[in-house]
């Protein structure tokens, strides 16, 4: 019943920009923490963007300055648009929902869509 699909990812060229999108549905989408996460081959899954409840943000080093993450709690719906992409930006990007009350701890994870940044 919970959900998260992301769309948006493809093939870009070096310089370029892609906007990644989450749908997320069966659980209470305003309640949760929601990143964005990405895997490259031979690398661990790395914390990419963050954006929490109240709508603070956090960024990994690597991509301030050029990745946004924003939520649309009206529509369910989490968004990474990445700017000035560079080769090493290339992986597959996961959605994160995740939530930590009353003991328990929700950790949802959506199946990836792959960024592929080259010339």
């Known amino acids: 019943q919970v959900q998260l699909v992301e769309s948006g990812g493809g093939l870009v060229q070096p310089g370029g920009s892609l906007r990644l999108s989450c749908a997320a549905s069966?659980?209470?989408?305003?309640?949760?923490?929601m990143s964005w996460y990405r895997q490259a081959p031979g690398k661990e899954r790395e914390l990419v963007a963050r954006?929490?409840?109240?709508?603070?943000?956090n960024y990994a080093d690597s991509v301030k300055g050029r990745f946004t993450i924003s939520r649309d709690n009206a529509k369910n719906i989490v968004y990474l648009q990445m700017n000035s992409l560079k080769p090493e930006d290339t992986a597959v990007y996961y959605c994160?929902?995740?939530?930590?009350?009353?003991?328990?701890?929700?950790?949802?994870w959506g199946q990836g869509t792959q960024v592929t940044v080259s010339s």
């Open positions: 994160n929902a995740y939530q930590w009350r009353w003991g328990t701890d929700y950790n949802y």
């Open positions: 069966g659980f209470t989408f305003n309640n949760y923490v």
């Open positions: 954006v929490n409840p109240g709508e603070t943000t």
